[in-house]
């Protein structure tokens, strides 16, 4: 007895949420009863019922969900604890009544904000995009009367008429059934239309093979049916995964975690030195307000405020990068997180493969052969294989030609350059089948009318239709499952009869074994006209004319692409709605996995742990729900995995939402998974998502160099006031000109980091440890060198300045044009982190390095001599030999950090890469 019939029946009118249960297993439960359940009947509800449920109910809708509004989105680019400080030490030089200082202060802030709002924008309407696939109108019988109905207003106990062409309104318990077959490929995966009748099911079955079903957002491909709808708006299937895509948690990246993290410490440090010296200048008797003022100093030197355009700089050219490959990023922080992929999750059906049905093996009594070519295009090769193609295989394979292209009612068109095909995928194999053996299947169905078609029907399991020939004659052509076909057909020789059984029966055991869909075509040729024949007559006494095997092939590219992303040490995994053996032979094509084969069901009896342990094996899942997809996503990640997830169909997107990136089709993905994910393909290719994450990678290593970069200048400046305080000296650098510097520096030096070429070997290394630091120790180290040398540069160059010129003013211009020297040197050095700099890529592999330099010194020019710098940061002129004095400091630099790569090279092990 299925399950929900112990449920306790209810008096009046049941609840929304009573139906909503009930809903939910009335594929196991006779029609009668449903419609007793959902107080109906054929004749429908009375219009006064309907408005009363549609009350109780609500809407044939999805709830919306607004996203952040433009001011919001601006306010959020100052939730930075960079900036927080920044902010705060604009307050405190306001209050000191420094209105110049405080206004610089406040100017880098906005200008950070508006980089990053310009820069980080992503909507949220994943539940939209689900919403609008609901129908706008549907026909439905009410009062006995059939009437077309905006689809909102449709409500549970509705009796449904779907055709051709329709989108289903809501979920629906079929009643009646004609040759009726619906497209669930966005919903449950599946590649080919399912053919749908109104038996009862099984309670256990998944959605995917729950046959008297039809399901909201679904598309009808062939047929009528008359339904019940038993679930609408939120509680459809549909619906219900738009809950699940509401309630997952969009994650962090990696990166952007390691920054908050990487943010907090270094704030508490500059907090806790300001405190310090702040203490210290008031015990040494310090003028209060110089203290200030040097404290302020010290925070707006430590901080690197420009780290956060620069990162978001840095990504944005990744995406410039990653759109001429064909990969359209939505949400900045993704870039970054393809380069840390571990684990990249996908879908089959239109992402592994063409989503295109293709005959690839045909045989007939005697022959086998191999159908080459791609998709629906009339163009590729059959070749004879596996036997010696005689005279009866040949004419058998012709004719299989004929009934392939006659016994079809669908046609393939040239549409902007691909081919395409108007009606059910298989038969569009069938068309590119024929095509393929020089038969033009328009002509032949002109040569060719059909006197009578019998539909493609899920109880009788074939297709038949006549048609009269140019002689005179009439052809009888039929297609479907091999079993029914095979058992009309009668042998000429009735001594081989059973041979010649056995080894059909072993064609097909052996195509099925393989992931095929097989069909088998038949005819017969007959004196008269059989139209008016019975079925049974009409289909008898058949001759078999080809077994042709058909399936969604691989994409050429995305074996290419997963055997590179082996190669990069990424795992790849396969998660699809389709049949376990479909699976298992898609996966062995792909050199994805060539073993077990996860059943999606069993997922759902499996604990947190034991969903662990399987995803860290396994390589292949079959039959997976929406519910499985984001169950193995999220498994992956507890075992420290970064995970990207491709997909197309709305089953697809909670798990795109979920992953650390999603990565959506862009051609044939619905709008749900491309609003659920961060990069969109605009090719559909597989092969792209390897480009991807080398730019990815590409991104990483510019950033790491960034902050490599920004961090020991920061430090220079903040250790050189330290030092001043701390030894009584006047301070060589004021916070305005500290903002200077980071200001010109940023939009010079720093993002000329961003442009640096790809590394060769990017793609030739392992993913990078998820739980690696983002300041590494080399990095701590090469920090404290840089810092503490050119520190103490700019105070020799300081005083020497001081000395010389006779002036404070002209000795602060010194210490910041030597700082700015250490900086441009400084600049050629990170070009490789690890490799010398003394070679002409250094020079000339970033073509705007050189440029940049140039221009900085320019703006240098005008800070030390033009008349407004002056007065805006109290600069001074110097001369000639204070300039000498600058760039030593600079070239110092550069020696010292190469001699200190020469000597970590020298110290490196042997067997270590470098």
Same mark, same amino acid.
């Given at each position: 007895?299925?399950?929900?019939?112990?449920?306790?029946?209810?008096?009046?009118?049941?609840?929304?949420?009573?139906?909503?249960?009930?809903?939910?297993?009335?594929?196991?439960?006779?029609?009668?009863?449903?419609?007793?359940?959902?107080?109906?009947?054929?004749?429908?509800?009375?219009?006064?019922?309907?408005?009363?449920?549609?009350?109780?109910?609500?809407?044939?809708?999805?709830?919306?969900?607004?996203?952040?509004?433009?001011?919001?989105?601006?306010?959020?680019?100052?939730?930075?604890?960079?900036?927080?400080?920044?902010?705060?030490?604009?307050?405190?030089?306001?209050?000191?009544?420094?209105?110049?200082?405080?206004?610089?202060?406040?100017?880098?802030?906005?200008?950070?904000?508006?980089?990053?709002?310009?820069?980080?924008?992503?909507?949220?309407?994943?539940?939209?995009?689900?919403?609008?696939?609901?129908?706008?109108?549907?026909?439905?019988?009410?009062?006995?009367?059939?009437?077309?109905?905006?689809?909102?207003?449709?409500?549970?106990?509705?009796?449904?008429?779907?055709?051709?062409?329709?989108?289903?309104?809501?979920?629906?318990?079929?009643?009646?059934?004609?040759?009726?077959?619906?497209?669930?490929?966005?919903?449950?995966?599946?590649?080919?239309?399912?053919?749908?009748?109104?038996?009862?099911?099984?309670?256990?079955?998944?959605?995917?093979?729950?046959?008297?079903?039809?399901?909201?957002?679904?598309?009808?491909?062939?047929?009528?049916?008359?339904?019940?709808?038993?679930?609408?708006?939120?509680?459809?299937?549909?619906?219900?995964?738009?809950?699940?895509?509401?309630?997952?948690?969009?994650?962090?990246?990696?990166?952007?975690?390691?920054?908050?993290?990487?943010?907090?410490?270094?704030?508490?440090?500059?907090?806790?030195?300001?405190?310090?010296?702040?203490?210290?200048?008031?015990?040494?008797?310090?003028?209060?307000?110089?203290?200030?003022?040097?404290?302020?100093?010290?925070?707006?030197?430590?901080?690197?405020?420009?780290?956060?355009?620069?990162?978001?700089?840095?990504?944005? =050219?990744?995406?410039?990068?990653?759109?001429?490959?064909?990969?359209? %990023?939505?949400?900045?922080?993704? %870039?970054?997180?393809?380069?840390?992929?571990?684990?990249?999750?996908?879908?089959?059906?239109?992402?592994?493969?063409?989503?295109?049905?293709?005959?690839?093996?045909?045989?007939?009594?005697?022959?086998?052969?191999?159908?080459?070519?791609?998709?629906?295009?009339?163009?590729?090769? %059959?070749?004879?294989?596996?036997?010696?193609?005689?005279?009866?295989?040949?004419?058998?394979?012709?004719?299989?030609?004929?009934?392939?292209?006659?016994?079809?009612?669908?046609?393939?068109?040239?549409?902007?350059?691909?081919?395409?095909?108007?009606?059910?995928?298989?038969?569009?194999?069938?068309?590119?089948?024929?095509?393929?053996?020089?038969?033009?299947?328009?002509?032949?169905?002109?040569?060719?009318?059909?006197?009578?078609?019998?539909?493609?029907?899920?109880?009788?399991?074939?297709?038949?239709?006549?048609?009269?020939?140019?002689?005179?004659?009439?052809?009888?052509?039929?297609?479907?499952?091999?079993?029914?076909?095979?058992?009309?057909?009668?042998?000429?020789?009735?001594?081989?009869?059973?041979?010649?059984?056995?080894?059909?029966?072993?064609?097909?055991?052996?195509?099925?074994?393989?992931?095929?869909?097989?069909?088998?075509?038949?005819?017969?040729?007959?004196?008269?006209?059989?139209?008016?024949?019975?079925?049974?007559?009409?289909?008898?006494? /058949?001759?078999?004319?080809?077994?042709?095997?058909?399936?969604?092939?691989?994409?050429?590219?995305?074996?290419?692409?997963?055997?590179?992303?082996?190669?990069?040490?990424?795992?790849?995994?396969?998660?699809?709605?389709?049949?376990?053996?479909?699976?298992?032979?898609?996966?062995?094509?792909?050199?994805?996995?060539?073993?077990?084969?996860?059943?999606?069901?069993?997922?759902?009896?499996?604990?947190?742990?034991?969903?662990?342990?399987?995803?860290?094996?396994?390589?292949?899942?079959?039959?997976?729900?929406?519910?499985?997809?984001?169950?193995?996503?999220?498994?992956?990640?507890?075992?420290?995995?970064?995970?990207?997830?491709?997909?197309?169909?709305?089953?697809?997107?909670?798990?795109?939402?979920?992953?650390?990136?999603?990565?959506?089709?862009?051609?044939?993905?619905?709008?749900?998974?491309?609003?659920?994910?961060?990069?969109?393909?605009?090719?559909?290719?597989?092969?792209?998502?390897?480009?991807?994450?080398?730019?990815?990678?590409?991104?990483?290593?510019?950033?790491?160099?960034?902050?490599?970069?920004?961090?020991?200048?920061?430090?220079?400046?903040?250790?050189?006031?330290?030092?001043?305080?701390?030894?009584?000296?006047?301070?060589?650098?004021?916070?305005?000109?500290?903002?200077?510097?980071?200001?010109?520096?940023? %939009?010079?030096?720093?993002?000329?980091?961003?442009?640096?070429?790809?590394?060769?070997?990017?793609?030739?290394?392992?993913?990078?440890?998820?739980?690696?630091?983002?300041?590494?120790?080399?990095?701590?180290?090469?920090?404290?060198?840089?810092?503490?040398?050119?520190?103490?540069? =700019?105070?020799?160059?300081?005083?020497?300045?001081?000395?010389?010129?006779?002036?404070?003013?002209?000795?602060?211009?010194?210490?910041?044009?030597?700082?700015?020297?250490?900086?441009?040197?400084?600049?050629?050095? =990170?070009?490789?982190?690890?490799?010398?700099?003394?070679?002409?890529?250094?020079?000339?592999?970033?073509?705007?390095?050189?440029?940049?330099?140039?221009?900085?010194?320019?703006?240098?020019?005008?800070?030390?001599?033009?008349?407004?710098?002056?007065?805006?940061?109290?600069?001074?002129?110097?001369?000639?030999?204070?300039?000498?004095?600058?760039?030593?400091?600079?070239?110092?630099?550069?020696?010292?950090?190469? /001699?200190?790569?020469?000597?970590?090279?020298?110290?490196?092990?042997?067997?270590?890469?470098?």
């Amino acid at each position: 007895m299925p399950r929900w019939r112990t449920i306790p029946r209810v008096s009046g009118h049941p609840s929304p949420d009573e139906l909503a249960r009930f809903a939910r297993h009335a594929h196991a439960e006779p029609a009668d009863d449903v419609l007793t359940r959902f107080g109906t009947s054929a004749d429908g509800l009375a219009a006064a019922e309907a408005d009363a449920r549609l009350a109780r109910h609500g809407p044939n809708q999805l709830p919306s969900q607004a996203g952040p509004g433009f001011l919001r989105r601006f306010v959020l680019q100052f939730h930075n604890v960079f900036i927080y400080v920044l902010l705060a030490s604009g307050a405190l030089v306001l209050v000191l009544g420094h209105l110049v200082d405080a206004a610089v202060i406040f100017g880098v802030t906005v200008i950070n904000a508006v980089i990053g709002f310009l820069q980080e924008s992503r909507a949220e309407t994943a539940l939209r995009a689900i919403r609008d696939m609901l129908q706008p109108v549907a026909s439905v019988v009410r009062g006995g009367r059939r009437e077309s109905v905006a689809a909102p207003r449709i409500v549970p106990g509705d009796i449904v008429h779907l055709e051709a062409g329709d989108r289903v309104p809501a979920d629906v318990r079929l009643l009646q059934a004609h040759a009726f077959a619906v497209d669930e490929a966005a919903l449950t995966g599946e590649s080919v239309p399912v053919a749908k009748g109104e038996a009862v099911v099984e309670f256990e079955r998944p959605v995917a093979e729950r046959v008297n079903m039809a399901y909201a957002g679904t598309l009808v491909t062939r047929g009528r049916a008359r339904g019940v709808v038993v679930a609408t708006g939120a509680r459809t299937e549909i619906g219900r995964i738009s809950g699940l895509i509401a309630g997952v948690e969009s994650l962090r990246t990696p990166l952007t975690r390691k920054l908050e993290t990487f943010a907090r410490r270094l704030t508490f440090a500059i907090l806790v030195a300001s405190a310090v010296v702040l203490v210290v200048g008031v015990r040494r008797g310090l003028d209060l307000a110089y203290t200030f003022m040097a404290v302020v100093g010290l925070a707006v030197a430590a901080i690197p405020e420009g780290l956060p355009a620069i990162l978001t700089i840095t990504l944005a =050219i990744g995406v410039r990068r990653m759109a001429a490959r064909r990969a359209i %990023v939505r949400w900045l922080p993704s %870039v970054e997180t393809l380069g840390s992929v571990t684990v990249i999750c996908s879908d089959k059906t239109g992402t592994l493969t063409r989503n295109e049905m293709s005959v690839v093996r045909a045989w007939t009594d005697g022959a086998g052969f191999l159908v080459e070519g791609t998709g629906y295009a009339p163009e590729g090769d %059959v070749t004879p294989v596996d036997a010696i193609t005689g005279h009866r295989g040949a004419a058998g394979l012709g004719m299989a030609a004929r009934v392939a292209a006659l016994c079809n009612e669908s046609h393939v068109r040239l549409v902007d350059g691909q081919w395409r095909v108007e009606g059910d995928p298989t038969e569009g194999a069938l068309i590119a089948f024929a095509h393929r053996l020089g038969v033009d299947p328009d002509r032949v169905r002109r040569e060719c009318p059909a006197t009578r078609i019998v539909p493609f029907d899920s109880r009788t399991r074939y297709m038949a239709s006549v048609h009269h020939l140019p002689e005179g004659r009439f052809l009888v052509a039929v297609k479907g499952a091999p079993e029914v076909v095979l058992a009309t057909c009668v042998p000429e020789d009735p001594e081989v009869s059973r041979r010649t059984r056995e080894a059909w029966s072993e064609r097909v055991e052996s195509f099925g074994r393989e992931g095929m869909r097989v069909l088998a075509l038949a005819y017969r040729i007959a004196d008269t006209d059989p139209s008016r024949d019975d079925e049974g007559t009409l289909v008898g006494g /058949l001759s078999l004319a080809a077994l042709v095997a058909m399936i969604d092939p691989p994409r050429e590219e995305a074996i290419a692409a997963v055997a590179r992303c082996h190669a990069a040490g990424i795992e790849v995994k396969m998660i699809t709605g389709d049949h376990v053996v479909t699976a298992r032979a898609i996966a062995r094509q792909l050199g994805i996995a060539d073993g077990v084969v996860v059943y999606g069901p069993d997922l759902d009896a499996q604990d947190d742990a034991a969903t662990r342990q399987l995803v860290r094996t396994a390589a292949v899942f079959a039959r997976a729900s929406p519910e499985n997809k984001l169950a193995i996503v999220q498994a992956l990640q507890a075992e420290g995995a970064v995970v990207a997830m491709t997909g197309d169909g709305v089953n697809d997107a909670p798990a795109l939402k979920r992953a650390d990136v999603g990565v959506a089709m862009g051609v044939k993905g619905t709008e749900a998974a491309k609003e659920a994910s961060a990069i969109v393909l605009a090719d559909d290719n597989f092969a792209t998502i390897a480009a991807a994450v080398e730019e990815g990678r590409i991104v990483y290593e510019n950033i790491r160099k960034a902050i490599l970069y920004v961090l020991p200048t920061s430090g220079a400046e903040a250790a050189t006031l330290v030092a001043a305080i701390l030894l009584g000296f006047p301070l060589p650098i004021t916070a305005v000109q500290v903002l200077w510097i980071n200001m010109v520096t940023t %939009v010079t030096l720093s993002l000329v980091i961003a442009f640096d070429p790809a590394d060769r070997a990017v793609m030739d290394r392992s993913p990078r440890n998820p739980g690696e630091p983002l300041i590494s120790r080399l990095l701590v180290w090469r920090t404290i060198m840089v810092t503490l040398f050119a520190a103490a540069g =700019i105070l020799v160059v300081h005083a020497f300045a001081a000395g010389h010129l006779g002036s404070e003013a002209a000795a602060q211009s010194a210490a910041v044009n030597a700082l700015v020297m250490a900086e441009i040197f400084y600049l050629f050095n =990170i070009r490789s982190i690890d490799d010398h700099a003394l070679s002409l890529r250094t020079f000339t592999g970033n073509r705007l390095a050189v440029p940049a330099v140039v221009l900085l010194l320019f703006a240098q020019v005008a800070f030390t001599y033009a008349p407004p710098f002056r007065m805006l940061f109290g600069t001074a002129p110097i001369d000639a030999l204070t300039w000498g004095a600058c760039l030593a400091v600079g070239a110092g630099v550069f020696v010292v950090v190469e /001699l200190e790569k020469g000597v970590r090279r020298l110290l490196r092990p042997a067997t270590t890469p470098p």
